[in-house]
């Protein structure tokens, strides 16, 4: 029987076996798992003999310096790297903090409740107190709060940044809705949607309200508007755009617009502006166009622009007339002599 002293599985060249096997893993793009088959496929591990008890021994020896990370998926077992750097520091850690880190680790960037990592984890709510305050004093874990749970505590590795489902993206400002934001972006963009709903006109030649315009005045219209960036003129009459018109802003337009007028001070993602447009079309300031690929402004009442409303009582001289209570058929004052009320007929 060969002594084992003549194998390959003598202390030195599995070592050197293991060094090998670690800097071939490194060399594959972040985040790669490794199952037993992978490991093999990197032909560090030789043939001869026992090859399978030989890389369970390197991997072994490598889960215990720190260097892989072992759990299982889908019932097999699974190996995934870890930097030097970062091995180093998990040394210093005990039993209870690395398993809590491990948790937390594998939350990535939705964090984890403290109750979830008491119920894996089986240990004291004292210990876990500890391991998490241990934790966070060596800048391993940071608290994070979640806009769905604000009353729950989550951790997540203190290198990552929380995803839009913990943060709510840039509607909320530490874990609160900032109201005024989300008034500033949906003005803008009710604004910027309006001025390209509707061809605003002064001229008497297109006076009538219940004009139409043709599709070379509406695209050349809106084409000068988008080159002046013009306002709505002063006492505009708003005419409508003719029917199949394909020119209103679209999510990506109104994103990229955004972006680059810098009023938000975030780069605003195209979801999140579609988040805002449904909220504006759930109010009745949008609408949906073009198959809903598009948005147009409600045209609002005189109201909403700070204009008076007037109704036939206010329009007419005797809703503001100051003898009313004194007119009267036959008396001094009269629908027969008023000079003001024959003046409103004629208007």
């Not at 394909?246 to 955004?258: D, F």
Request: hydrophobic content about 35%; overall charge positive.
């Amino acid at each position: 029987m060969a002594s084992s002293s003549s194998g390959p599985n003598l202390d030195g060249e599995q070592r050197e076996l293991s060094r090998a096997l670690y800097a071939r893993c490194a060399q594959q793009p972040p985040g790669t798992q490794f199952d037993q088959r992978d490991l093999l496929a990197l032909s560090v591990i030789p043939k001869s003999g026992d090859q399978h008890q030989l890389l369970f021994e390197c991997m072994q020896k490598l889960t215990n310096e720190g260097l892989f990370k072992l759990f299982t998926k889908d019932g097999r077992v699974i190996w995934q790297i870890i930097r030097k750097s970062d091995a180093a520091k998990y040394k210093t850690l005990n039993d209870e903090e690395r398993l809590v880190f491990s948790y937390i680790e594998s939350s990535g960037r939705d964090g984890i409740w403290t109750r979830t990592i008491k119920m894996r984890t089986n240990l004291h709510q004292t210990l876990i107190n500890r391991a998490l305050k241990v934790l966070e004093n060596k800048n391993f874990i940071k608290p994070i709060k979640s806009v769905k749970w604000p009353a729950r505590k989550y951790y997540m590795l203190a290198s990552l940044q929380p995803s839009e489902d913990v943060t709510g993206g840039p509607w909320f400002t530490d874990g609160v809705l900032d109201e005024e934001f989300i008034h500033q972006m949906s003005t803008w963009a009710e604004k910027y949607i309006r001025g390209r709903s509707w061809v605003y006109s002064s001229t008497k030649t297109l006076g009538d309200k219940r004009a139409k315009v043709t599709q070379a005045q509406a695209e050349g219209a809106r084409a000068q508007e988008l080159k002046n960036h013009a306002s709505k003129p002063k006492g505009g009459i708003m005419l409508p755009l003719p029917p199949g018109y394909k020119g209103y802003p679209t999510v990506p337009e109104i994103t990229k617009e955004l972006n680059a007028s810098g009023i938000s001070g975030v780069m605003m993602r195209e979801s999140e502006m579609q988040t805002l447009l449904d909220v504006l079309c759930y109010d009745g300031r949008l609408m949906r166009v073009m198959d809903g690929e598009g948005y147009k402004a409600v045209r609002q009442s005189m109201a909403d622009e700070g204009a008076a409303v007037g109704n036939g009582l206010t329009e007419a001289p005797c809703g503001r007339c100051p003898v009313f209570n004194l007119c009267e058929e036959g008396g001094p004052v009269n629908a027969r002599n008023c000079e003001y009320f024959q003046a409103w007929l004629e208007a």
